[in-house]
């Protein structure tokens, strides 16, 4: 008889997975259950093995990270909301550094794109906002311009939460962004007003 699902196990060994990422311990089907108190078959009863472990462990990545993105709130502002999401994305990176390793290994199927397709989607939302407003040109394609503000956040926050640079380094996302905005036809002015606001939580000392 197959052993039910208990998802606090699961959660439990998702966890202890990342904490060893986090800690460069080598993963292994009985090193990963060690000190869990659960049986080496409860990774196959949950996941059907380490290939299924490493599947939700990506998943849990973007779980958290949707969870994070979606606790912005609208304002008047979409320009502003759209560096929010990207300071959000920054923020879950730095709080989880090792989920976001694995959230971007391509050689590891996810078990649910659509729900990682999900966070992408609040910034094409934003962006789309940002159109209707009449702060961007209405030329702009939103989900390319959501694409590409995830790109600024993705890219300075990787040199610094899995990479060589100091947390000091994250300013320079800052007038990334708002030189992004200005040339999808936002004012540069208000594009780094915009911005500036949301980026100020990644000002404040650790």
Known sequence: MARPKDAAVRVQLIEQAARMLRDREPITLRSVVGGTGASTMAVYTHFGGMDGLWRALRQEGFTRLAARLAQVRDTTDPVQDLAALVVAYVQNALEHPDLYRVMFDATV????????????????????????????????????????????????????????????????????????????????EAARRSVSRPWRALRQPS
């Not at 794109?113 to 209707?132: H, I, N, S």
């Open 109 to 188: 199927e996810l078990e649910d794109l659509p729900a990682a397709d999900a966070a992408l989607e609040l910034l094409v939302q934003a962006a789309r906002r940002g159109v209707q407003a009449g702060r961007l040109d209405a030329t702009v394609v939103p989900l390319e311009l959501a694409t590409q503000s995830w790109a600024v956040g993705h890219g300075i926050v990787s040199l610094v939460a899995t990479g060589p640079l100091p947390r000091t380094a994250l300013e320079y996302g800052e007038p990334m962004l708002a030189a992004l905005f200005a040339g999808a036809g936002d004012d540069l």
